[in-house]
């Protein structure tokens, strides 16, 4: 990081105390900007960077609810609409115990740059609770959703602010949250809230799309070496609908998928892992991954192990933030792995990514690999603008030629800063540059 940016960064640190993971995302990006800055001195003139860390807006707010036993719970809700200048507020809401400010503004953060690198017009936000909806009963779940979206509806709009799901909200969660958008202000808006489901103006592929996306750009990655996913060892970490369609993607296109992971463990299947039997236990019953090997002859559970210590050819981790490390990080290049997808939100330490990147394996990062999420979000407000509904493949033909131009902008961006083949610095560099433009042509507002 150059001496201006340097001086940045600690500034952010001292606005933001305490909020490491914020700290970390800003600084993956800064430490990408410096040629942009010296080819382009209107952005420090300008203070556009000053700008971009400052969230427009900072929501937080209590949220009363009562559980089936009668008592009065209160959860913390928050929305960061960090940055509109390219269109609405754009990013989802995340339920889990871990979610704090902090949180919220690393996601959010990514997000302005994720959402400039799809091309569709959609500012970055982000938003959640500290809220557990695992062992809640529906009852339970909906009065929260409700109690939540009480004070949340007023900050919301289809031209404002866009939410979608994350990480424990999911199209339970998503018909509640819009039930009580709708009781609330007499209003039928599909715009306002995205993964909805597919019969009351959600879109097909929605679910699907972060894993597909992050394994197209892992495919598009591999074939500036010659390389496909044909026949390649792959494991991916998590057991939710990132993971499973990442799986499912990856399979479709020839890999042979070995391990998937939850926070008790991880199942390893030399033989492949059976997608249908994965699908039942996670979607249907809810129940934890070791439960697949009871099921499933061969395969075994390993509690409490990391999922990086299976060799492989390709790395999926698509479970939570900074789940891989630097020690997981050689143990996948002393196994020849050849290429690493984010399909979470950054998934890899920074230690972790230099690894990778040093011993010449090729890394996609999450605010590229896996904006297909986004994405089709996107593609759902354009659906619920028109009151249309596209069909899957027409939506997955969407989904892919937004995916293989993100992958072709990262690797040009790189290629024209003299960094070919660093996906890292491609994507900070050319989300950067679009959103930054923005910013100066909307003036100072």
Request: aromatic residues 8%; contains cysteine; negative net charge.
């Amino acid at each position: 990081m150059d001496a201006g940016l340097q001086t940045m960064f600690d500034k952010v640190v001292k606005r933001n105390p305490s909020e490491v993971e914020f700290h970390q995302a800003v600084r993956e990006v800064f430490a990408s900007l410096g040629p942009v800055l010296q080819k382009r001195p209107e952005y420090v003139d300008e203070a556009v960077v000053d700008r971009l860390v400052e969230p427009e807006r900072q929501i937080i707010f209590r949220v009363p609810w009562v559980d089936d036993e009668g008592r009065v719970c209160v959860n913390r809700g928050f929305r960061v609409e960090f940055n509109s200048a390219l269109g609405p507020y754009k990013g989802g809401l995340r339920f889990h115990p871990s979610v704090l400010l902090g949180t919220i503004k690393f996601l959010g953060f990514e997000q302005i740059f994720k959402n400039a690198l799809t091309g569709l017009p959609i500012g970055g936000g982000k938003g959640g609770s500290d809220f557990d909806p695992h062992g809640r009963s529906d009852g339970e779940v909906m009065r929260f959703c409700q109690s939540f979206m009480t004070e949340l509806y007023r900050h919301l709009g289809e031209y404002t602010d866009v939410p979608a799901g994350d990480i424990g909200v999911g199209g339970r969660e998503i018909g509640y949250m819009f039930g009580q958008y709708k009781r609330i202000t007499n209003r039928y808006e599909s715009g306002v809230i995205t993964g909805k489901g597919v019969n009351w103006g959600g879109s097909l592929v929605r679910t699907e799309a972060t894993g597909y996306g992050a394994v197209i750009f892992a495919r598009e990655m591999l074939a500036t070496k010659n390389q496909t996913l044909e026949g390649k060892r792959v494991v991916v970490s998590g057991s939710g609908n990132v993971a499973i369609y990442a799986i499912e993607k990856a399979q479709e296109l020839g890999a042979h998928v070995v391990a998937f992971s939850d926070s008790s463990g991880y199942v390893l299947d030399e033989a492949g892992v059976d997608l249908d039997l994965l699908k039942q236990i996670k979607q249907f019953e809810r129940a934890r991954v070791a439960a697949y090997v009871e099921r499933r002859p061969g395969a075994e559970f390993r509690p409490g192990g990391k999922i990086w210590q299976v060799g492989a050819e390709v790395a999926l981790p698509c479970a939570t933030q900074n789940e891989l490390d630097e020690a997981d990080a050689k143990s996948l290049v002393e196994s020849g792995v050849l290429a690493v997808a984010e399909g979470a939100n950054m998934p890899c330490q920074p230690e972790a990514v230099e690894v990778f990147q040093r011993s010449g394996v090729l890394f996609g990062p999450g605010k590229a690999a896996n904006a297909g999420g986004v994405a089709t979000s996107a593609l759902e407000m354009q659906q619920n603008a028109g009151r249309d509904a596209w069909s899957f493949e027409d939506t997955a033909a969407r989904l892919e030629e937004i995916m293989v131009g993100i992958h072709d902008r990262c690797a040009t961006t790189a290629a024209d800063y003299d960094r070919e083949g660093d996906y890292v610095a491609g994507a900070n560099i050319a989300g950067f540059t679009k959103v930054a433009d923005a910013v100066l042509a909307l003036g100072v507002i």
